[in-house]
């Protein structure tokens, strides 16, 4: 974890606005392991979308990091991510799982597709190819 720190506090220095170096730092500061503060988690990050609402990485991020699964805004930021980066395989995917737990099914399943269609359009390895094809099948 100090590696990583100081990884992302060097980035820091010489970009101090960057999105994702900032949303990994206010992750780390506070995350379970480190420590339990959930709220100082949730401050830092409503600060970083006020301040930068269209950055597809802090929505994901704070969805990451954020302890309050059941969180409107969570489910918003979720939204966002997948909008503000309309090609990330794992954006759709974490969106259709939020739609699936609200019992949203078929909008949950069009989700599921989209995620596919992205792996197999990037060719990555995330969202897990088995584990999203199953659970298709299951929607379907």
């Given at each position: 974890m100090r590696?990583?720190?100081?990884?992302?506090?060097?980035?820091?220095?010489?970009?101090?606005?960057?999105?994702?170096?900032?949303?990994?730092?206010?992750g780390a500061v506070s995350s379970p392991q480190a420590n339990a503060d959930v709220v100082g988690t949730e401050s830092?990050?409503?600060?970083?979308?006020?301040?930068?609402?269209?950055?597809?990485?802090?929505?994901a991020?704070?969805?990451?990091?954020?302890?309050?699964?059941?969180?409107?805004?969570?489910?918003?930021?979720?939204?966002?991510?997948?909008?503000?980066a309309p090609d990330n395989a794992d954006y759709a995917f974490n969106l259709a799982i939020s739609l699936d737990q609200m019992g949203k099914s078929g909008l949950a399943l069009k989700q599921y597709q989209r995620a596919?269609?992205?792996?197999?359009?990037?060719?990555?390895a995330s969202p897990d190819r088995m584990q999203l094809e199953a659970r298709i099948r299951e929607l379907q």
């Open positions: 590696t990583l720190r100081a990884g992302i506090k060097k980035v820091l220095e010489i970009e101090p606005k960057n999105t994702i170096a900032l949303s990994v730092m206010a830092r990050f409503k600060s970083m979308l006020a301040q930068q609402p269209d950055a597809a990485n802090v929505h991020h704070w969805v990451i990091y954020t302890q309050s699964k059941a969180s409107g805004l969570q489910r918003k930021s979720l939204f966002y991510a997948s909008r503000l596919l269609e992205l792996l197999n359009k990037s060719g990555g």
